[in-house]
Structure formats: C-alpha cells, structure tokens
C-alpha cells in the first residue's frame, strides 16, 4: 500500500507530463504494463537496466517516449520483491519545464543474487491510440517477460513522433542539392554515395561503403583527391547532430594531401560510433578542396539545414573542390 501512494505522488507532481495525453490514461497505461511485465517474469528476482522505447520499425525515440520509458522504470522499481534493482536511467530529452528528467533511485534489498535483464520496446501509432509493448531480456536475448499496453488520446500524435528523423532527412536533402556550376558536377557514383566532384574522389572505409555499424565500433576514413587538396570529413549522426572528424587537431586544419594515393584520416585520433538510444541512417560527408578552406567552414552550430550546409561547403575564391557523401547505418550494440 505504501509503495502504491509513493508511486501515486511521484506521478502527480512530476513535471514531466506526456503532453496530449491525459494523466489519467498515462497513469493507468503505465501501472497495467508494470504489473503485467512483474507476473510474466520467468525468472526472479531481477535487475533491470533500461534501454530503449523506440518507434516501431525504428531505431528512432520521442519526447513522449522517453518520459513513459521514465515513469515505466520508476513504478517497476516500487516491486522490491520481485526487482532487485533499477539501473538509472538517463533520457536524451529535456523536460519542457527546463530541467532533466529525475532518475530511478535503484533499489537494493539484501535478497539472493538478481538476474540481469534488460528494459527494451517499441510503440506504434494507430489511429488515436499509441500502443506500446515492452519486453525483459536476459543477456542471451532471451526474454523473461513481455507485455502490452495502450493509450487513447487523439492529441498524442505530435508528440510521440520523433523529430530526430525530420532533422537528419532535412540536412541529407540539403546535402544532395549540389552547390557547385553544373558544369563542375559529376554524379556517375551510386545513388547511396552521392559524389558532387569537379575532380575525383576517393573515399572508403575501414567496412564497406554502406556498411552496418554497432555502437562502440571503430569508423575510420580513407580518402584520396586526384589533386593534392585539403580535406574536411563531416558526420551527421541520426539524430542529425553534426560532428566534425576532421581535421580535428589545429595542424590538420592547413595539412595538404598528397594527391593519387589514399591517406588514413585518423591515424592520429580514434573515433567509435557513440549510437545508442538514437540509432539509424547517418550520413559521412567528405569535402576537399585546393584551397584551404576558410575557418567559418567549421562552424557547425546551426539548427537550420542549410546554413549548416552553406557553411561546410564554404571556399576560398578560385578553389576547385570534391565531395563524396557516403550514407551508413548504426544499430545499438547488443
């Protein structure tokens, strides 16, 4: 009974509310599933580490989706007979309220050894109804338990759509509108590795062009201009955040490669795929140029597509320049 009003309260007074949704629904959409997860455990006691609460057929989450996953984890943990404990979580999103959203205080009895399952699903939307259906997992993939739940409000779309996708598919489409005469403009490579070159290009990973990436997994980059030029290797991640690999060191930045032979970017700096919670299409840009590019060409601070755009594929007067996109794919590691 005491856990019931503490888990009560802390529903009530958070700020975090799904918006669209009525409390109401949420509350009840959130204390169904826990309970139901809780007597579909094959296994006990456990302990969970939260992961993921993705949109169907997506590696893609929402605002929404991350609060339900929040409050989800925060009720399981109130069944101290059966959960050990609740790794805390922590949400990629801000609460509109301005602040992070609370974390789990895990919950430690002094019972026999847990076993360590894994908090993952997905939602779809139908209609005016979101459903969403989780699952626990053991480490061999095995799930323990799983459930289903829905929630009815027809305000709750906006909400519970991702806007990561919307990003990351506005600047890919601002990148495939070649700036460069078009008489300058080469594109005889495969539409996957959109190529705007007035000289050739070469660009190729550690994987295959196009390859699959798991989280933590090392990407490194080959290139090689026909011409000697200085190059800029630009990653947009699913999310649609941009990061520079390189030149990433202030040397690298007026470093002029050999043309004719290929050269191993980050020979000097390792960089791993950080996907996790948000993984997907993303997108590698490799621009060279004969010219060294000027410094407002690394300013990669705009929210909008294409002043992010404009400003990467920003040259000094005169110089002929190349550019290669390269589309990859990132999934969580398991």
Not at 105 to 119: D, F, G, I, M, S
Not at 175 to 194: I, V
Not at 214 to 231: D, F, I, M, N, T
Not at 243 to 252: A, I, M, Q, S, V
Request: with cysteine; net charge positive; charged share 20%.
């Amino acid at each position: 009974m005491r856990r019931a009003l503490v888990w009560l309260v802390w529903l009530l007074v958070s700020p975090t509310m799904l918006w669209g949704a009525s409390l109401q629904d949420v509350n009840r959409a959130v204390g169904q599933l826990a309970q139901r997860l809780v007597d579909e455990l094959e296994v006990t006691p456990v302990e969970i580490q939260v992961r993921f609460l993705n949109q169907e057929g997506t590696a893609y989450a929402s605002e929404a989706s991350e609060d339900f996953l929040q409050r989800l984890a925060t009720v399981l943990s109130q069944h101290t007979e059966d959960v050990h404990k609740v790794q805390p979580y922590a949400p990629r999103f801000i609460s509109r309220a301005g602040a992070p959203f609370g974390h789990v205080e895990p919950v430690q009895p002094n019972k026999k050894e847990a076993t360590l399952v894994y908090l993952e699903g997905h939602y779809r939307l139908i209609a005016d109804r979101v459903m969403v259906a989780m699952r626990l997992r053991d480490d061999q993939h095995h799930s323990v338990s799983h459930a289903e739940v829905s929630l009815q409000s027809t305000a709750l779309a906006h909400s519970w759509k991702p806007h990561h996708e919307d990003r990351f598919q506005k600047i890919a489409s601002a990148f495939n509108r070649p700036t460069l005469p078009e008489k300058k403009t080469d594109l005889s490579s495969p539409a996957s590795n959109h190529e705007t070159s007035s000289f050739p290009l070469g660009v190729r990973f550690n994987k295959a062009n196009g390859a699959t990436f798991l989280g933590k997994e090392e990407l490194r980059v080959y290139v090689r201009p026909e011409k000697s030029a200085y190059v800029q290797v630009l990653y947009i991640d699913a999310a649609g955040h941009p990061t520079l690999l390189y030149p990433k060191h202030p040397e690298d930045h007026q470093k002029r490669l050999l043309g004719g032979v290929f050269h191993d970017l980050f020979i000097h700096h390792r960089w791993q795929i950080t996907c996790q919670k948000i993984c997907g299409p993303e997108l590698v840009v490799v621009r060279a140029s004969t010219q060294p590019f000027p410094e407002h060409s690394r300013n990669l601070r705009s929210h909008n597509a294409k002043a992010l755009v404009t400003a990467f594929r920003a040259v000094e007067p005169l110089a002929e320049t190349a550019e290669r996109q390269i589309h990859i794919t990132t999934l969580p590691r398991p």
